[in-house]
C-alpha cells in the first residue's frame, strides 16, 4: 500500500500517519550505523491507522497490501521479549568475550553472507557446535529476528567487531515498534502487538516486499490492537547509501 493512500483493503480502511516518526531509525547513531551495514535509505518504518477491531484470524484480510495481489502470506512472528537479557548466552558461550569483543573464527561462506566471527556462526550456521545456543523457539522470536537482521547488513555489510551497536540499535528499534502496557491487576509489563511477516504474490510470483527472494528482505506488520495503529518495518536488500 503506497503511504498516503487511504486504503480500503479487505474491509479494514487503513490512512498513513505521517506525524508518528521512528526516532531509533532516524537518530544520527543509528544512521551512522545502518551506513556501515548497508542498510541506510533500505530500511524503512511506517504507520499506519485502521478503522475497526483487528481479529488475528482475519490477518490475511488486514495485511492485504494491494489490488493485483493474488495470494498473501501473513506469518504470526512471536514477541513475547521483554528484556536484552535474551542474548547474555552469547557471553556465556564465548562467542562474544567479556569485554564486549566478537570471538573471530576462520572465513567461510553460508551463501551470500561471509562468516569471520563466531556470531554470525551462531546466527547461520545449523550445523555448527554452538547453533543450539538458541533454539527454535529463541530464534522465531521478533526481537532474535529483528538482530539477526541488523547483525546481517545488506550487501556492503561492514561488521562490527563488538556487539554492543548490535543489542543497542535492536533495543531502540525495538522499543519504538512494539506497545506494551501494565497489566491492570498485575501490573506486570505486558507486550499488546502481534506481528506477522509478510509475503505477497501476483500472477508472477512473489511481488512484496520485492521481488527477489532474501532472506535479508522483509516487511513485518506490527499491529497495535488497543490504538488501531500498525507500524510496517521493510528493509529490502542491497547497497545502502554511503554518505
Known amino acids: 500500500m503506497a503511504a498516503g493512500e487511504p486504503g480500503d483493503l479487505g474491509g479494514y480502511y487503513f490512512r498513513f500517519l505521517p506525524q508518528k516518526t521512528f526516532p531509533s531509525l532516524s537518530a ?3 544512521t551512522s550505523r545502518l551506513r556501515q551495514w548497508s542498510m541506510l535509505g533500505r530500511i524503512k518504518a511506517q504507520a499506519f491507522g485502521f478503522d475497526q477491531t483487528f481479529q488475528a484470524y482475519r490477518k490475511d484480510d488486514f495485511v492485504m497490501v494491494g489490488t493485483e495481489v493474488k495470494k498473501i502470506e501473513a506469518i504470526n512472528v512471536p514477541c513475547t521479549q521483554l528484556s536484552m537479557s535474551f542474548f547474555n ?17 576462520l572465513d567461510s561462506f553460508c551463501d551470500p553472507f561471509l562468516i569471520s566471527d563466531e556470531l554470525r556462526k551462531v546466527l547461520l550456521v545449523e550445523d555448527s557446535e554452538k547453533y543450539e545456543v538458541f533454539r527454535q523457539p529463541d530464534r522465531e522470536e521478533f526481537l532474535f529476528c529483528l538482530f539477526k537482521h541488523l547483525c546481517l547488513g545488506g550487501s556492503l555489510c561492514q561488521y562490527e567487531d ?30 499488546t502487538s502481534s506481528i506477522f511477516k509478510v509475503t505477497a504474490y501476483d500472477s508472477t510470483g512473489v511481488c512484496y516486499p520485492s521481488t527477489k527472494n532474501h532472506e535479508q528482505t522483509f516487511s513485518y506488520f506490527i499491529v497495535d490492537p488497543i490504538k488501531r495503529h500498525v507500524n510496517v518495518l521493510y528493509h529490502c536488500y542491497g547497497v545502502g547509501e554511503m554518505s
Open 28 to 30: 544520527s547513531d543509528t
Open 89 to 105: 548466552r552469547l557471553y556465556d558461550e564465548d562467542i562474544v568475550r567479556d569485554n564486549g569483543h566478537i570471538v573471530k573464527c
Open 162 to 191: 563488538v556487539l554492543n551497536p548490535y543489542l543497542e540499535t535492536t533495543k531502540l528499534i525495538y522499543k519504538d515498534l512494539v506497545s506494551v502496557r501494565k497489566h491492570p491487576q498485575t501490573k506486570k509489563i505486558q507486550i
